[in-house]
């Protein structure tokens, strides 16, 4: 195992953003607060079925496709229309979770370089961490929406290791998601999940390089 990357790259949905105010935009428009969950899933489940066929959308488009299908027989408080725009608006102005900023200040002041690897959009990631005061930390932010190819598809680390002028093997993937550290141990990464929850990591998807609570935790094991 690598314990000393050159690069740290980071997940951006759920990983650094607190995706869990999204539940109150559901509740707004008269639907389920737990369809937030859903309408997530229902997300990545889409944009992984293209990327296994060969295909790929933008995650915007994804996101409001998924909304529409969820939102589809529910009793809404407002039209279709306008409840997808309420909700959608929702995740654009998110914030990241507590221990983001000291627990990224921490492993920039240590010497990393810091990137981020999103399904979403750079401009998502842009704002998120621009409003969180910390965009200065990172190098560059990164999206699959430039590689042509999502995650957890080797394509993608590849891209953000090609970008970032070193080999994957030098770097490690951060992220909350086991789909994402398995995608990313496959293509040769090091890897750190964030169990924010504790929940079980799968026993089907490949074990990650390193375990943390939060990333105050990861920045203690890795400075």
Known sequence: MNTSPSVIVFDVNETLSDMSPM???????GAP?????LWFATLLRDGFALTAAGA??????????????VLYGVDLERDTDAAVDHVISGFTELTVHP???DGIRTLRASGQRLVT??????????????????????EALLSVE??????????????????CGTKPADMVLVAVHPWDIDGAARAGLTTAWIDRSGSPYPASFTPPSLRASDLTD??????
């Open 218 to 223: 990861l920045a203690a094991q890795l400075t």
């Open 56 to 69: 790929s959308h933008p995650f915007a488009e994804l996101a409001v496709d998924a909304l529409r299908t």
């Open 33 to 37: 607060a737990q369809l937030a969950k």
């Open 23 to 29: 539940a109150q935009r559901f509740e707004d428009v």
């Open 99 to 101: 221990d983001v900023p």
């Open 146 to 163: 430039d590689a042509g190819i999502w995650k957890p598809a080797r394509g993608a680390y590849e891209y953000a290791a090609r970008t």
């Open 117 to 138: 690897l999103t399904n979403g959009s750079t401009q998502v990631s842009e704002r998120l961490l621009t409003d969180a005061g910390i965009r200065g930390q990172f």
